[in-house]
Nanobody, 124 residues
Framework: QLQLVESGGGLVEPGGSLRLSCAASRFNFNVYAIGWFRQAPGKEREGVSSISTSSSGGFRIYADSVKGRFFISRDNAKNTVYLQMNSLKPEDTAVYYC???????????????WGQGTQVTVSS
């Protein structure tokens, strides 16, 4: 069964950085787009970033709220997608999830498989 495992979350002060990892196993990782999403308490899940397959050029998209601060990348040899998060703000606090999809989009309903999530808390 397909498996996604997120890691790298934690507590960080405003202005700090974190790098999240999404490790995939038991499926052909290289043929899927991978998205990062987040959900804060009382709010709907929102798309943060997504990256296409390497064969499609590794096309990336970002939510306006994170553009210029977050950077998504993938290492197909390690079956892992990363989300580098810089200049973190308290409003970035949420549970972050990665998910597998067939196309690059920030719509959660277009992704079929999800990891369990990792908590990111930005606070002084």
């Amino acid at each position: 069964q397909l498996q996604l495992v997120e890691s790298g979350g934690g507590l960080v002060e405003p202005g700090g950085s974190l790098r999240l990892s999404c490790a995939a196993s038991r499926f052909n990782f290289n043929v899927y787009a991978i998205g990062w999403f987040r959900q804060a308490p009382g709010k709907e899940r929102e798309g943060v970033s997504s990256i296409s397959t390497s064969s499609s050029g590794g096309f990336r998209i970002y939510a306006d709220s994170v553009k210029g601060r977050f950077f998504i990348s993938r290492d197909n040899a390690k079956n892992t997608v990363y989300l580098q998060m810089n200049s973190l703000k308290p409003e970035d606090t949420a549970v972050y999830y990665c998910a597998v999809g067939s196309t690059v989009t920030l719509r959660p309903d277009r992704y079929g498989y999800w990891g369990q999530g990792t908590q990111v808390t930005v606070s002084s």
